[in-house]
């Protein structure tokens, strides 16, 4: 039996690489091989407080830095960025376990955010009337937050950090990210970056943990704002929490999306865009489309038989297998209730079309799973209601556009949703009636680009505005309005009691 000695990760705080002051460690699996490659600390309350009180030091240095001086480092992180894209997306198939070339995908969009965090001084700019009154002049200014946090899901171990913290940096906060336990070497990978494209130390640190950790970043008194993606259950913890010890708090969770096929789609371009909206990255995308909604039985028969013989195709395989359509699921135990949901959905009476429980790969021991695509599912199941976060996809047939629109309204998720059709009027009808965040006409991913807001509805989002397009930098700044008057020392001096105005 081979050893594999254990990489052991750090936290970065302060600039420096920091070794866990306790005991209290978890594994990092490579989901490929399903090894354990890496012990990472988490850190404890007293860990968590330390370092808050670092990047307060140095926010209030970083804060002063004029916008123009600290876009330049965002600048070159960006080009340090696009010149890892290598070396990152390979780190990132290890952890997380999609293919390197979804992973340079993520990376891709990833720096969209930083594209966008560069645009600060002018989204930084304030408003400005003169002689408001009295020869007075009113202008607002954006300042930053302070100390923020940002707590990050396994699925986007690059993008979804970049998307949380860029902004918040670059408007003058200082940021402590809590990256998944399961993926941490990219965030480690980033903080290398920030410090070699120059930014100070303090102004960017990773702490990692575990739910403990998080609980000591959420209700610390010096954090005044969290960002949080995640699942539902955990975003609305975070929500409930953060808000009850007075942060500003936008917590992203999980997603169900539906794909609505009109009889009038092209239905060889949509059977298309399914497979690799709904299989991509081994289906744990908050925005992968989970359900195809074909309206009438004639258009799911269609639909079906085209789909079926694609998917039977698909395979999954290792980070680094050029062949693989995906990667590997995140965890033993992921993979555990994948199998368990599709179980479930039999059990209710679903029907298995393309069975992917066992799929052909050669390592036995990583957290394989082929896409499998159900059939004959109904609203009342529970594979229907809830998250599969994994390559386990299903029809739900419905007679239709308002059916569809009915029942995708009646979910308690609202991520994104996708319709395919020509008709430009059943395209309106959907887009105006449809209770879900982000939408899609004829786009299989209706994720926005990075310049415009992303982020779900119902039980998708928690709080108050969307992220990663302009609504981060409302999030991460408050807004001060000043009313000024330079008096003439000619003047008399009068007192009035009157409540004032123009
Ligand atoms: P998760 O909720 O298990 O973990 C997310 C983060 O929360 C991790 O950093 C984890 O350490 C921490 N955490 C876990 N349990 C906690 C608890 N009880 N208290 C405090 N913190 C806790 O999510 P995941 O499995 O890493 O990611 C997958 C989920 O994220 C899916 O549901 C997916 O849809 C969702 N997601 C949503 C978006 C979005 O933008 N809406 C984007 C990506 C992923």
């Known amino acids: 039996m081979t050893t594999v000695t254990l990489d052991r990760l750090t936290h970065y705080i302060n600039g420096k690489k920091v070794e866990g002051k306790n005991d209290l460690v978890g594994y990092v699996y490579s989901p490929s091989t399903g090894q354990k490659i890496a012990t990472v600390p988490f850190a404890s309350a007293e860990e968590v407080d330390e370092t808050v009180q670092l990047a307060k030091e140095a926010q209030a240095?970083?804060?002063?830095?004029s916008v123009g001086k600290r876009i330049q480092v965002l600048f070159k992180f960006r080009q340090l960025l696009v010149e890892n894209t290598e070396k990152l997306a390979i780190q990132i198939g290890k952890e997380n376990g999609k293919t390197i070339s979804d992973a340079k995908g993520e990376i891709a969009r990833g720096i969209e955010s930083v594209d966008l965090a560069i645009g600060a001084p002018d989204i930084l700019k304030?408003?400005?009337?003169?002689?408001?009154?009295?020869?007075?002049?009113?202008?607002s200014m954006k300042q930053p937050l302070g100390v923020v946090t940002c707590i990050s899901p396994f699925n986007f171990p690059i993008m979804v950090p970049l998307a949380m913290s860029t902004m918040a940096v670059a408007v003058g906060n200082a940021m402590i990210l809590k990256p998944s336990e399961k993926v941490p070497y990219s965030a480690l990978f980033m903080s290398e970056l920030w410090e070699e494209a120059g930014l100070p130390a303090g102004v960017w640190n990773v702490v990692n943990g575990d739910k403990d950790t998080v609980?000591?970043?959420?209700?610390?008194?010096d954090i005044e704002a969290i960002s949080f993606v995640g699942s539902t259950n955990v975003a609305k913890i975070i929500y409930e929490t953060g808000t009850k010890h007075h942060k500003r708090v936008n917590a992203f969770g999980g997603g169900k999306n539906h794909m609505v096929i009109l009889p009038d789609a092209d239905m060889d371009k949509t059977v298309d865009s399914f497979i690799g909206a709904a299989y991509g990255s081994a289906s744990q995308r908050c925005m992968a489309i989970s359900v195809a909604m074909p309206v009438g039985q004639k258009t799911a028969e269609v639909f079906t038989q085209k789909l079926k013989e694609k998917v039977k195709d698909l395979k999954p395989g290792a980070y680094d297998d050029?062949?693989?359509n995906f990667g590997a699921v995140i965890s033993a135990e992921a993979k555990q209730s994948i199998l368990h949901a599709i179980d479930e959905a039999v059990e209710e009476g679903a029907n298995i079309v393309v069975d992917g429980r066992n799929p052909d790969v050669e390592n036995k021991e990583g957290f394989y799973l082929g896409a499998t695509l159900l059939d004959n599912v109904t609203p009342n199941m529970k594979v229907y209601k809830e998250e599969v976060f994994g390559p386990a996809r299903q029809i739900v047939t419905v007679d239709s556009i308002g059916e569809a629109i009915q029942l995708i309204n009646d979910h308690p998720y609202g991520n994104g949703v996708t319709v395919f059709t020509n008709s430009g009027r059943d395209a309106r009808k959907f887009t105006q009636e449809i209770e879900v965040g982000m939408v899609g006409v004829n786009v299989p991913v209706p994720i926005p680009v990075g310049y415009h807001n992303f982020g779900g509805w119902k039980d998708s989002r928690f709080g108050e505005g969307q992220m990663f397009g302009p609504d981060t930098a409302r999030f991460f700044t408050k807004t001060k309005t000043v009313s000024e008057r330079w008096f003439d020392q000619s003047e008399t001096d009068e007192t009035n009691f009157d409540f004032p105005s123009s």
Do not use: R
Not at 131 to 139: D, H, L, T
């Open 126 to 139: 304030g408003e400005h009337s003169v002689n408001v009154g009295g020869e007075i002049n009113a202008y």
């Open 215 to 221: 609980n000591a970043l959420i209700t610390h008194k």
């Open 61 to 65: 240095k970083w804060a002063k830095v």
């Open 322 to 324: 050029e062949t693989a």
